[in-house]
């Protein structure tokens, strides 16, 4: 699909990968195709390059932030949790970008959706501990990815996630629970008091989360709904409420009214 100019453009932190002795920053594809497809939105991937890069200039530009997952984990220094395990992936240069830059984006209202290690930096970013190892936590089943699978048996539906009546997903979604693929060693441990929790596995598990007194669109999801979003009606259905969010911050920040034009006149 071609999308239009005026589409909404909406910022997706990068990792740092390190290839041949070289630092590296990188995205994964899936995410910016879901954005095109699903929320019909121009990615803009952003560098992992911490403090040298101020969040307010990125977010005047932007109509939304994508957190996506990663391979690497939330260092456990950022919310004092216990010790991760030893060959536990960290990235630094995202941690060091991504988690002001969320409290910034909730503060301006600019509309985001986290995903997976996104999930659990939005909830370390507003003050709330992660689980490094939640297979291990008694009642809990194991999340993880099957090992030497490929990535259709790795992101295949795994379990059910219940919906809080009349909460965002319920309303996005249209109904009261879905069946989600499951992919993460770690989880939400202690929420922190502005999540609102709105999903939940069968084991108790947290995989979906809004803001409370928030008047922006912001949504999380433990699971992967980027993975072929456009196969999975629920997945299309968060990636297009997340691009309504953006088309509609876009209007206003570049002065529109509904519609496309500008206000107090002529068509932009």
Request: net charge negative; hydrophobic share 40%.
């Amino acid at each position: 699909m071609r999308l239009p100019n005026d589409a909404p453009i909406v910022a997706v932190p990068m990792c740092v990968k390190h290839i041949g002795g070289q630092d590296f920053h990188t995205v994964g594809e899936k995410y910016l195709t879901a954005l095109i497809q699903g929320s019909e939105a121009y990615p803009l991937s952003f560098p992992a390059l911490g403090p040298v890069l101020d969040p307010a200039a990125l977010l005047d530009q932007v109509d939304g932030v994508l957190f996506t997952g990663s391979p690497s984990n939330v260092a456990v220094h950022h919310y004092e949790g216990e010790a991760d395990r030893p060959d536990s992936p960290q990235d630094p240069g995202r941690d060091a970008i991504t988690l002001p830059l969320i409290r910034a984006a909730l503060a301006a209202q600019v509309p985001v959706f986290c995903i997976c290690r996104g999930f659990q930096e939005l909830n370390v970013a507003l003050g709330g501990t992660l689980s490094t190892q939640i297979h291990s936590v008694e009642g809990h089943m194991d999340h993880r990815a099957p090992e030497n699978a490929g990535y259709d048996a790795i992101y295949q539906p795994a379990h059910k996630v219940a919906f809080l009546p009349g909460g965002q997903f319920a309303r996005i979604l249209g109904k009261s629970e879905t069946v989600v693929n499951s992919v993460h060693w770690q989880g939400i441990a202690r929420p922190a008091e502005r999540l609102v929790i709105e999903g939940r596995a069968e084991d108790g598990v947290i995989e979906a989360v809004t803001i409370k007194d928030h008047a922006g669109f912001c949504i999380g999801t433990q699971w992967h709904p980027e993975y072929r979003a456009v196969d999975n009606p629920d997945s299309m259905a968060l990636f297009r409420a997340f691009g309504d969010a953006c088309r509609a911050r876009r209007a206003q920040r570049l002065g529109r009214a509904p519609g496309g034009r500008r206000s107090g006149g002529k068509a932009a």
